[in-house]
């Protein structure tokens, strides 16, 4: 509308730069004055200014708009960034919490998370070492077990894009490593090293497979169609034959289900569904069941 509005009054592109121009002066002034203002309150850094006022919104949702207008630069992403890095704040995303929107950041609590700045600086240590970025993930992980890494704190340690593939390599490696396809409480992005030992070769070849199953059905349940990321299910694979009745693991005879349907194709009466590939004997469990 505003375009047609402009071809009417025959506004060149001359114009409208010159237009864009005094409009970015206008907006270095106005950022200028409202500096000049925060200093007088006391908020003389940005990351006074930006801290002061999540603290006035904690537990609540704040646009990326909003920061920026009073951080006063346009560097402002960097100093949330400071204050839960260097500073411990727990200043959350939508990589920390699905339920936010891209751009919008809560601070949940009134004061730092001491632990936090702990993770943080660990962090740093192990992104200054001369390891390969696969090591180092494998070292904040261990470190921080059993509680879980997210995606910015394994980006930030690792340096590296194929973050995730080389945390599955990890996972086939013998590492017990989980993310939100068994464990729908983490973000996307997000793992957790349940265990500091690492799996037999025999445990490993199955969590190949695994992932090969995973991938084959779009990380989501063949029987309902959720997912982890969408419906916070469990995923599991599933035997269509029964190992106890022949079943081999080709993979023509695996699926994969969530844990609500997999009990529901055993049929079970009490007991605990699990993922049929890393856990062998459970079939025959269920049988003396």
Not at 47 to 63: C, D, M
Not at 119 to 141: F, I, P, Q, V
Not at 155 to 176: H, K, P, T
Request: hydrophobic content about 35%; some cysteine.
């Amino acid at each position: 509308m505003v375009v047609e509005e402009l071809r009417t009054k025959e506004v060149t592109v001359v114009d409208w730069q010159h237009a864009s121009a005094e409009t970015g002066v206008l907006l270095a002034q106005f950022d200028r004055a409202a500096n000049q203002i925060s200093n007088a309150f006391g908020l003389t850094s940005t990351q006074q200014r930006v801290l002061a006022y999540l603290r006035s919104r904690i537990g609540q949702k704040v646009p990326k708009e909003e920061l920026r207008g009073v951080a006063g630069i346009y560097e402002w992403a960097r100093r949330i960034r400071e204050l839960r890095v260097e500073h411990g704040w727990a200043i959350v995303t939508n990589v920390q919490r699905p339920d936010l929107k891209p751009g919008e950041y809560v601070l949940e609590h009134d004061q730092p998370d001491r632990l936090l700045a702990d993770d943080w600086a660990l962090a740093k240590r192990l992104r200054n070492s001369k390891e390969s970025g696969k090591d180092r993930g494998l070292k904040y992980l261990q470190a921080l077990s059993p509680r879980s890494a997210d995606k910015d704190q394994l980006a930030y340690v690792m340096q590296i894009q194929s973050r995730a593939r080389r945390i599955r390599e990890l996972d086939e490696e013998g590492w017990e490593i989980q993310s939100n396809v068994d464990d729908p409480s983490l973000a996307p992005g997000s793992y957790r090293l349940a265990s500091l030992e690492r799996r037999p070769p025999r445990t490993r070849k199955a969590i190949k497979l695994r992932h090969t199953i995973l991938e084959r059905d779009g990380k989501q349940c063949q029987d309902c169609g959720r997912s982890p990321d969408k419906n916070h299910v469990t995923l599991q694979i599933h035997h269509r034959v029964f190992v106890s009745q022949g079943g081999t693991n080709d993979p023509e005879n695996l699926i994969t289900l969530c844990s609500d349907c997999h009990a529901g194709r055993h049929a079970l009466v009490r007991g605990q569904v699990v993922d049929e590939l890393l856990v062998t004997d459970w079939e025959e469990d269920l049988l003396d069941a």
